[in-house]
Nanobody, 126 residues
Framework: QVQLVESGGGLVQAGDSLRLSCAVS????????MGWFRQAPGKEHDFVAA????????YYADSVEGRFTISKDNAKNTVYLQMNSLKPEDTAVYYC???????????????????WGQGTQVTVSS
């Protein structure tokens, strides 16, 4: 099992930046894929970004490409989501997720991930 704890959310203005952190504990493997999803009120989980635990591949949703960056600090067992040029439509609860039995190409499906954090709220005011 993998335990995930997010932090770093908050209330910011449009154009500001935030960095979310996801502390990872428990068993990890280079085969895992780590993802960030978000959920706005009344909506489904939306894929935001993902990267392989080995660090070789990164994926982004079109809506955040060029503004958000996913990264990982191996020494701290932490995954980050750097969010720049935030927009009001980025407002959501952001979740960190881990896929321990990853199927190639399915990084944007939330049912691919079997471990989830509790979420952190990001609110962007206009």
């Amino acid at each position: 099992q993998v335990q995930l704890v997010e932090s770093g959310g908050g209330l910011v203005q449009a154009g500001d930046s935030l960095r979310l952190s996801c502390a990872v504990s428990g068993r990890t493997s280079s085969s895992y894929v780590m993802g960030w999803f978000r959920q706005a009120p009344g909506k489904e989980h939306d894929f935001v970004a993902a990267l392989s635990w080995s660090g070789g591949s990164r994926y982004y949703a079109d809506s955040v490409e060029g503004r958000f960056t996913i990264s990982k600090d191996n020494a701290k067992n932490t995954v980050y989501l750097q969010m720049n040029s935030l927009k009001p439509e980025d407002t959501a609860v952001y979740y960190c997720a881990a896929s321990t039995v990853y199927h190639r190409g399915r990084y944007y499906f939330d049912d691919e991930y079997d471990n989830w954090g509790q979420g952190t709220q990001v609110t962007v005011s206009s």
